[in-house]
């Protein structure tokens, strides 16, 4: 067959393959930084990668022309995935050429004239491309809960009740020990009998503090007496003599 060479196809006036590399990576840089996961780009990538071209290659380029460039280059990494994916067809990358028999190709050429770009080499900038027209070939499905069904069943418990954890090893199984909890009585009243004049309930013996009597007596009283404004027996309670 009669088919002229790859450079009719894919290089025309001034685009070069150093021209492509420029661009492809600055594009796949600035896709990394930002995230950038659609295939239709932002004008920042094409100003950017404006700029690099001139610096490195000389070569100014408007931003439009960028874009027409990359959906090119979109045209051809979709071109190239259908001769490699076509039945018969067999990419071999160390001699950088796709094999396919005359007839096979006859037949991709039937459903897509631009595949002839690649009767002779393969696309050399496939695996760039893939890195930015690839994630349109993943199919992302929506996150699903995944809920694994034990075939054990655990009994859980209805209130909250601290017990010794069972031992395994043992033969007897008994039911966990549960704890009570601690009652706790306290005396609100005084009873009948109690002796409420103790000094403190120790081990040793109870030593009974004196009364005071009721009513002060002459004996009972010092020369230092209380006030006679005051009323209350304290005064005169701490100057009996014990």
């Given at each position: 067959?009669?088919?002229?060479?790859?450079?009719?196809?894919?290089?025309?006036?001034?685009?070069?393959?150093?021209?492509?590399?420029?661009?492809?990576?600055?594009?796949?840089?600035?896709?990394?930084?930002?995230?950038?996961?659609?295939?239709?780009?932002?004008?920042?990538?094409?100003?950017?990668?404006?700029?690099?071209?001139?610096?490195?290659r000389g070569t100014c380029f408007t931003e439009d022309e960028l874009r027409k460039r990359v959906k090119f280059m979109q045209v051809r990494y979709q071109t190239f995935k259908e001769i490699i994916n076509h039945e018969g067809a067999f990419?071999?990358?160390?001699?950088?050429?796709?094999?396919?028999?005359?007839?096979?190709?006859?037949?991709?050429?039937?459903?897509?004239?631009?595949?002839?770009?690649?009767?002779?080499?393969?696309e050399p900038l496939y695996n760039k491309l893939v890195m930015l027209f690839g994630m349109e070939d993943v199919k992302i499905e929506d996150e699903k809960e995944v809920i694994v069904i034990s075939e054990t069943t655990e009994k859980l418990?209805?209130?909250?009740?601290?017990?010794?954890?069972?031992?395994?090893?043992?033969?007897?199984?008994?039911?966990?020990?549960?704890?009570?909890?601690?009652?706790?009585?306290?005396?609100?009243?005084?009873?009948?009998?109690?002796?409420?004049?103790?000094?403190?309930?120790?081990?040793?013996?109870?030593?009974?503090?004196?009364?005071?009597?009721?009513?002060?007596?002459?004996?009972?009283?010092?020369?230092?007496?209380?006030?006679?404004?005051?009323?209350?027996?304290?005064?005169?309670?701490?100057?009996?003599?014990?």
């Amino acid at each position: 067959m009669n088919i002229p060479l790859q450079l009719c196809f894919l290089y025309k006036k001034c685009w070069t393959p150093e021209i492509d590399t420029v661009l492809v990576d600055t594009i796949v840089r600035l896709k990394d930084q930002t995230k950038w996961v659609l295939t239709e780009f932002p004008n920042y990538f094409f100003f950017t990668a404006a700029k690099e071209i001139k610096n490195l290659r000389g070569t100014c380029f408007t931003e439009d022309e960028l874009r027409k460039r990359v959906k090119f280059m979109q045209v051809r990494y979709q071109t190239f995935k259908e001769i490699i994916n076509h039945e018969g067809a067999f990419w071999d990358m160390p001699s950088k050429s796709v094999i396919v028999a005359d007839d096979v190709w006859i037949k991709i050429f039937k459903k897509n004239a631009f595949a002839a770009a690649y009767y002779y080499n393969h696309e050399p900038l496939y695996n760039k491309l893939v890195m930015l027209f690839g994630m349109e070939d993943v199919k992302i499905e929506d996150e699903k809960e995944v809920i694994v069904i034990s075939e054990t069943t655990e009994k859980l418990p209805t209130e909250d009740t601290n017990y010794f954890t069972y031992d395994e090893g043992s033969e007897e199984v008994n039911s966990p020990f549960i704890f009570p909890s601690p009652n706790v009585r306290r005396k609100l009243f005084v009873e009948d009998g109690d002796q409420t004049d103790r000094e403190s309930t120790t081990l040793g013996r109870d030593r009974v503090l004196p009364k005071p009597p009721l009513v002060p007596s002459g004996k009972e009283k010092s020369s230092r007496a209380s006030s006679c404004a005051s009323t209350s027996p304290i005064g005169w309670w701490h100057q009996v003599h014990i």
